[in-house]
């Protein structure tokens, strides 16, 4: 086990385009590992801490209450989509338990946008059977299926990247239309629950669905309208969201 002041040696190959592999060693100490108090920072507690339980308790709430109802597993597996918004640094965690925890969380991630698209098509309910827009739904899978695809191989490579970069290094190298592709579909899947919810809350009949649709659309546009718009921007520029905006703005 290495402790803080301990050398650590790293040896690194690079091959050049003649296919001749240069290697070079580079030996650094060990600097003490970074402690951080919740209580120090309060965004941090609320965004790391505080939501994600929250978050977590409010799904299984939610499926416990009505565990009949499918429409309140899709409200579970939503929200431990947010559970998955932080990065827990699971490197550093023991052995085992650091894969089940990347496994969890890149699934997560991975399955967030579907479940989000899932949620804008059938929350309070489907679109009426006859109408207009109840023909589009099959559309859905036009987004599910290659997000889905798309997940399973960023799930691999995250994985794998832990414990050997290598075994994963063709994931990373595939063309760039491959990462493009999963950008626009996962924004689309993003974007489009506000729209179906939008057009829900304009023909619907009953009051109390059209009070929980404006609720839900107001939260919804007034929350993660200016967090996805962060994240288009970083992944445009090709920067961590975190460290390319301000703090207090992130």
Known sequence: RSLTGDPMTVTTLHTESSQATIEKTVTFRLGPVA???????LPNALLLVIFPFASMLLGFWVAVVRPRDPLAWLVLALMLGFV???DPNVECWPPYVRDLALTFRALNQSAFPVWL?????YFPEPFPA???????TWSKWLLIVPLSALGVAGVITQ???????AAVGFLERL???????DVVFTYMAYFMPLGLIARKYLSAVSADARRRLRLLLAGSSLTLGPFWVLRAIATIKGVSTELYFPFWMW
């Open 35 to 41: 402690k951080w108090a919740w209580k120090d920072s």
């Open 84 to 86: 998955c918004f932080g």
């Open 117 to 121: 698209l899932l949620f804008g098509v």
């Open 130 to 136: 006859g109408s207009r827009w109840a023909g589009w």
């Open 159 to 165: 994985i794998g990247e832990l414990e050997n970069f």
């Open 175 to 181: 063309p760039d239309g491959f990462r493009i592709a």
